[in-house]
């Protein structure tokens, strides 16, 4: 019986296997004429626009290899590449775009409006069309090695390609290569080529290597010691080495989380495979502050519709976040990030408790005492800062407000104690106020002090 399933077991692996690999041949050998020639006739009027251009390109396609291929084949024959904007551009780290999707579909309008760009515009570009057409796409940002640069690789990553998914299967592209070569003098070639769609990967590897291991897909991916060797030594340890690495189980991982977490786990998957990588840092952090700008624009926005629990846990995994970045890289903005998220996060609360209805007693109080020790941290590390000085002022008068409404409504029998710590907290809030600079400062104080005095009488009954 036991050999019986193994045979089975070992059957249904190499019926996987054929059918994988009889897929992955009929795709990279299917014979793409026909929309080749539609796709060279697009009319001017069709490419106004990414929805025009896609929807046109797309229109005689019978199915999503056409359409990638379509995608492909008027990219690689209608784009220049920009050399000006090559030689002075890096791997982007763009830490101050709050909605990065935005970002990047200027990048693919620019590309087609100018007709011309570098990898990272035809990269968004093929990326934007694809996303119109629901075929699964990826940009993939790491090093690559350039005949007209006698194949050294740069130190730090500074190319893009993509990975599209057909019926379920990865594949590799480069829409930049595809469109033409730089010579020895570093000009573009125009000189269209098939040689850069759905490559195989033990082929695009010679060539390209992507910070995350699993967009390699190869069973045992190789690392940036052996990138930099010549194609025969790569090609030589591709074959020799055993499986190690399972990269559709993590790009599965990645699949199924939410969009804008997807791209955050690539590049810790990057971090993980390099850890001394000084750019992967860079690279990695910045993912961090992009999946905490996109969690933080929608609070911003809809804060109140949010329940405490989630307005709380929200705000605390954007500064997890930004402080995940921080650890990784010294980029200033990520700690003026991380300052504001918290003072919005301060504000948000105040304005939440302020406005909610039927909140109870004891659920005010939780809260207040929260947002209280929120601005204690923020005092802490800026005692400088007068907004943040008023903020927790505001945030002891408050905490005393919500400690006497719970003692008149609920404590039976009160003691000189209970007066005492409301005394405290008004005092304390007295003291801040003093420190700013609002013109609701004098206000602030005038309230203190009626409700210090009011205290201190009752403390005298005692």
Known sequence: ????????????????????KTQAQEVRNYNFSQIDAYTAKVPEKSTRNIEQLGTYLSKKAKNDVEKVRAFYYWLTHEIAYDVKTADNTSLSTVYTVKDINQHRLNIAKKTLSKRKAVCQGYSELFRQLCKQAEIPVYVINGYSKQEYRNNTVRERPAHAWN??????????????????????????????????????PSTFVLTHLPLDP?????????????????????????????????????????????????????????YEADKENIYIKDYTAMKYMNVANRMGQKLANNYRDYPFDQLIKSYERIIDLYQNAAQLSDQKSIAENILRTRINYANDLSNKIYYADNLSIDSTGFFRHKLLKLCEQLYKDEPKNTTIVEMLGDAHFNYAVALETKLVEHVKTPTANHHQKILIHLKEAKKYFKKGRSAQVSERIRSCDRFIRVQENMIKRF
């Open 163 to 200: 990975a599209v998914q057909i019926d379920g299967k990865w594949y590799l592209l480069d829409v930049t290569w595809g469109a033409g070569i730089r010579n020895s003098s570093g000009a573009f070639v125009p000189n269209p080529t098939d040689k850069w769609f759905l490559t195989e």
């Open 1 to 20: 019986m036991e050999q019986k399933t193994l045979l089975f077991n070992l059957s249904l692996f190499l019926f996987l296997l054929f059918s994988t």
């Open 214 to 270: 699993s967009w390699q897909l190869l069973d045992c991916p190789i690392n940036l010691e052996t990138f930099k060797k010549d194609g025969a030594q790569i090609s030589k340890q591709i074959q020799s080495k055993p499986a190690c690495y399972d990269y559709e189980q993590k790009l599965a991982e990645i699949s199924s989380l939410p969009q804008r977490e997807q791209e955050l786990q690539s590049a810790i998957n990057a």
